[in-house]
């Protein structure tokens, strides 16, 4: 069961005039603590809840990178992580994206891989990510902790926008960074209670209430991407498929940007929206935001619970106007 929701900022102490176990909802909060130990038991490790992903990323940036340090991020994956970076540069950041099948550049002085990538859906090689002298950093969202324990393929962090399927229902914004190592879990903390990166109480609430259901919704949400990665692979208007075999995210590309808006806007049961993750299906052309990086014709669909037959005869009236 959920723990209740308590939204308290602050807490008295002991009755010996002493702090009790909680005292000021920046340092600590029950309902995050109550997260983070139903997140850490599916890692493997321990969590700490942030108000957003992009919060958990910053914050452990901020904790990990040495000053003028260099960021070695996968190409292809998430392009808010490569959008942070560069502007973080007046800081003395530095970003160069590498391929993720491969080994990470040798003067990485941290490593940000995504498995599975987004949009392209490609998969990191941990084994060579693992075995550079920089820490690695592994954004896991599309996979889930249910499918990919990014710690236990030698990564230092596991990261998650929280806001996607472990939440589930479009109601909240949430990050999570889990590790194993106590020493960098407490520079973590320290870093969150210093900058304020907290969750509130409601949104801790909300995400406990989406991970009693997160194992069903993946399992169904799964079945129906490779049924529909399947269709899409030999249907004649889609010159791209990828799915990675495991996850609820497919991307496929038509034949150019004219293409994917005529799709993207022509159906009826998905819908045409940005997010992942959610009960709801969505499509979107990824050009619009992350422009040369991905192709054009490019669509992501992120595939939520609805009866698969009802989703591919959508798509398929909407590839009719290919």
Request: charged residues 20%; proline residues 6%.
């Amino acid at each position: 069961m959920s723990a209740p929701l308590d939204r308290s900022a602050s807490w008295p102490y002991d009755t010996a005039g002493d702090p009790a176990s909680y005292v000021y909802a920046r340092d600590e909060q029950p309902n995050a603590v109550s997260v983070e130990n139903r997140i850490g038991a599916l890692e493997g490790g321990r969590s700490l809840l942030f108000p957003s992903g992009m919060g958990a990323v910053t914050a452990v940036v901020l904790t990990m990178l040495p000053p003028g340090g260099t960021i070695a991020v996968a190409e292809g994956a998430y392009y808010g992580h490569r959008e942070l970076f560069d502007h973080l540069r007046p800081w003395g950041v530095n970003a160069v994206e590498y391929d993720q099948t491969g080994a990470p550049p040798d003067d990485a002085d941290l490593i940000v891989i995504e498995a599975p990538s987004n949009p392209m859906l490609t998969m990191p090689d941990f084994e060579a990510a693992s075995a550079h002298r920089a820490a690695v950093i592994c954004d896991a969202t599309l996979a889930s902790p249910l499918r990919l324990r990014p710690l236990e393929f030698g990564c230092d962090v596991s990261l998650h926008s929280a806001t996607k399927v472990l939440a589930g229902h479009d109601d909240l914004l949430a990050g999570v960074a889990s590790v194993t190592d106590d020493a960098l879990y407490d520079r973590l903390h320290t870093t969150r209670h210093l900058t304020g990166l907290v969750a509130s109480a409601d949104t801790a609430w909300l995400l406990e209430r989406g991970l009693q259901t997160v194992e069903v919704r993946i399992d169904r949400m799964e079945a129906t991407a490779r049924v529909l990665a399947g269709h899409l692979a030999e249907h004649p208007a889609v010159t791209t498929a990828r799915y990675p075999g495991l996850g609820f995210v497919i991307s496929f590309d038509v034949a150019d940007g004219a293409a994917a808006r005529r799709v993207e806007t022509a159906t009826k049961t998905i819908r045409n929206a940005t997010s992942l993750g959610s009960v709801h299906t969505k499509v979107e052309s990824r050009h619009r935001w992350e422009g040369d990086r991905c192709p054009e014709g490019l669509l992501r669909l992120s595939v939520g619970l609805e009866d698969v037959e009802t989703l591919w005869a959508d798509l398929e009236q909407a590839l009719a106007r290919v």
